[in-house]
């Protein structure tokens, strides 16, 4: 009953355009980009589907595309299953560029923080859970003959080998991507921004906040997405190729 209060008053505060904390302003940009991005017949992949709130709004706006989620948390991965199996392949694996096997740290009181490795965890007396999950890539996994339009990574700091386990697919298809990347998380990771903008730019990408893509500003040279990670002025991102 708790989290369905706390679900119906972020999306209230979200309609009414009510940014009280960053990451409701980022729940409303990340609907804006998903609503902009997406067309009718997209394909997309979830990673981090955690209840699907991500992937109710990709169905909402791609309803004949080919999607993929990945959540390997058992009790949200069987949710995810019976939910959207008719819809979408779900998928239980953590995903990285380094296939194989790992603990997974479940935050059964805050299981957004969820994630492979150990993170600063924004609540008190966090009750963490080892799981043992299989750790796949996306390049592996989705077919080669599949067009990728968009994809959303929020893996609680694991996003860069995310991106490194789906070079092959990001050169190929150059869907819109929209990650997560900051202190308290990413750099648990080993995560250094200078790589990461490396990587993406390597693969054809710039970089941008949520508001600057939206508003079709410039995008981050190095230096200024270096300093967004040192400072964690900004910590979700977009992607594009051009």
Not at 36 to 41: A, D, G, T
Not at 202 to 213: D, M, P, R, T
Request: one cysteine or more; hydrophobic letters at 35%.
């Amino acid at each position: 009953m708790k989290e369905l209060i706390k679900d119906t008053i972020r999306k209230t505060l979200n309609a009414l355009h009510l940014d009280l904390t960053k990451n409701l302003k980022y729940d409303r940009l990340t609907k804006d980009v998903i609503a902009k991005s997406l067309k009718i017949n997209s394909n997309a992949i979830d990673v981090g589907c955690h209840k699907g709130e991500i992937l109710d709004l990709i169905m909402k706006h791609a309803p004949s595309g080919k999607h993929y989620a990945f959540e390997p948390i058992p009790d949200l991965y069987n949710a995810l299953k019976i939910k959207y199996s008719s819809h979408c392949e779900i998928f239980p694996f953590a995903l990285s560029d380094q296939p194989g096997e790992t603990t997974f740290n479940y935050v059964k009181n805050a299981p957004a923080f969820s994630g492979i490795k150990k993170r600063k965890y924004e609540v008190q007396n966090p009750d963490v859970q080892e799981l043992h999950v299989k750790v796949e890539s996306l390049d592996h996994l989705i077919p080669s003959s599949a067009q990728i339009d968009f994809i959303k990574i929020d893996v609680e700091g694991g996003e860069f080998g995310v991106l490194k386990g789906a070079a092959d697919l990001l050169k190929r298809c150059k869907p819109i991507v929209v990650f997560e990347c900051g202190l308290g998380a990413s750099d648990f990771y080993g995560t250094k921004p200078g790589e990461l903008f490396a990587f993406l730019s390597q693969c054809g990408y710039k970089i941008f906040s949520l508001q600057n893509w939206l508003e079709k500003k410039s995008a981050y040279s190095e230096s200024q997405f270096t300093d967004c990670f040192n400072q964690n002025t900004e910590y979700y991102f977009v992607a594009q190729t051009g």
